[in-house]
């Protein structure tokens, strides 16, 4: 799929949204409604124009880019690394899950030996616990409520 | 005034003031000199922190990265032919050829002596504006102050680039995400699904990292950003400073226009730094080493992207109108502090205006001495793979982001805007229109319903309505211009 088509169904997927929004704005009380409520509905008439401008360019082109498959698994990837310490945040807890995260990462990511990621990791750690200290940081508990260095 | 800003002077230079303004200068460096990462990504990860500080430290914090992005962001473009940030695209033109012949030096230390002055004539471009700008400022009610916003909403325009309609669209989803919580003009909850953690609306500081900062992670992880080949740091950093005073008036040109150029909001670092480039080769009569290592090169350019944040802060704190995502971060910054732009900072709050000039004028100093004496092993630093470097910008950033409400929901939208982010950097959409869309909501919804309220529609014809509307309309359209002449200088 080149990036025009992606850029088209993004930009329907935005028109849905509007509607959606303009429907949901039109239950609001007047004074509330005004202002989300025309927003809405001029975002989506934009929204329409642009999908039919995108596809109307889209036709006269000829050549399609070529998709760089191997980048976007990539990215693929490292959502699913980010998605994955904010779960584990989640569950664990925040200092838990940052030394897991760092230990695995570095190891498997980075290729650093394993000496030196314990060392970073307990460097950040130790860093994390000065700044909370002098600049009144707080971070989340988890649901498995574990409390390390908090 | 004098007597307000040497007091103001004492209060930046508060023992337990400075260690804020120096991680400020710290991370600017370091966010300037790793190509990829941008000043609104800066802005973003030290925005969270700010809660809950005093407004003079807030401030020292924030400008202090603002100010010296464009003296770190010297080192990739001259070392290595790449460039830290936008605004320092010009400076390769003849910093990198120079450094090849092996005056990296030379430029660097041109370069750094330029940013220097440079910035402190935006600091002091920013403080004549104060007095001028001061009964205009007061002069305003909530009609013109509705205009104001929309003449900050009409940049979205042209920060676009060649694609307005989708700059125009991203801008308005911004408008949207503002209105997610409490209405201003009646006790109602809007688009909070019954959800207690959006009652108080989106924290600006989770949206901005998530629109700017995961994409960037992301994307440096991707591409495997690292650079195998830099140039040695040869030459004599004594001739780059000899050359700058050589050149003063050439200093001093370009840092005006800088200072100038930068007022003019969505006017962005590469459309000054080109155009100063471009003026720069055009006014020198000898003109044909330029692009081959001539050092007018460097010091044009690097004299104009650090006035540049003096000019830009005017309409920022003056005006209410963000010019860039940055600005526009910072707009939200100083909301989170307490604080808000426009009248009441040439009045009440007149100390935090004149120490956010001394904190531009002090920090300029510092990152350009800091960069002169520490640049063997700051250089090194933007030759980290991403890969090394990314998981602890992370673990900042999951700290930065839970900051601002110390939700759950505050990693779940970080998460969700970061995605969204992603689709539309992947896509090439603009994201600052909805960042300026977003901070400027609040204050269009208000100051249009005020005004509704209090005058009808008769307010479209008061007089400052009018000149708003005037105004709204040329800097537009000097905007198309300065974008279309700076898009000449790159190609030539």
Known sequence: MSKEVKSILFTAFLFILFCLMALEANTFTDK??????????????IAFVSVILQTFEHVKKTKEEEEEAVEMKKMLKYIFWFVGYGVLIYVLGFMPATILFLLVFLLVESKFRVMTTILSTALVVGVLILFANVMNLYWPAGVLGITLFS | MIESAFEALSIVLDPGRIPFMFLGISIGLLIGLLPGLSGTVGMAILLPFVYGMDPHTGMAMLIGMAAVLHTGDTFPSILLGVP????????????????????????????????MIGGIIGGVVLFISIPLAKPLVLAFGSPELFMLAILGLSMVGILSGNTPLRGLLVGMIGLMLGA???A??????????????????LPLAVVALGLFAFPEMIELLAKKQSIAKTEELKGSWMQGIKDSIKNKWLILRSASMGSLMGFVPGVGGSVVDWITYGITKQMTKDSESFGKGDIRGVIGPES????????????????????????????????????????????????????????????????????????????KLSLIPATKLVPFLLVVLMVASYQSSRQFGDIFLFAGIGLLGLIMKRLDWPRAPLLIGFVLSQATERYLWISMERYGFSWLLQPGVIILGVIIIALIAGGYYLKRTSEKSNFA
């Open chain 1, 32 to 45: 509330a409604k005004f202002f989300p409520f025309f927003v809405a509905i001029g975002a989506a008439f």
């Open chain 2, 84 to 115: 830290g940030s936008s605004g320092s695209q010009a400076t390769i033109m003849d910093g990198y050829p120079l450094a090849k012949q092996g005056g990296a030096g030379r430029a660097l230390g041109a370069a750094f002596f330029c940013s």
């Open chain 2, 180 to 182: 997610v919580g409490g």
């Open chain 2, 184 to 201: 201003p003009a009646v006790a109602e909850y809007r688009y909070t699904f019954e959800w207690v953690y959006l009652f108080n609306g």
């Open chain 2, 304 to 379: 104009a992207n650090n006035a540049k944040e003096g000019g830009a802060l005017i309409p920022t704190l003056l005006f209410s109108i963000p010019g860039s995502g940055t600005t526009a971060i910072l707009l939200g910054g100083l909301s989170l502090l307490g604080l808000q732009a426009g009248p009441r900072l040439v009045n009440e709050d007149i100390s935090i205006t004149l120490s956010i000039v001394w904190t531009l004028v002090l920090a300029n100093i510092f990152g350009a001495a800091a960069c002169i004496l520490l640049s063997k092993y700051i250089a």
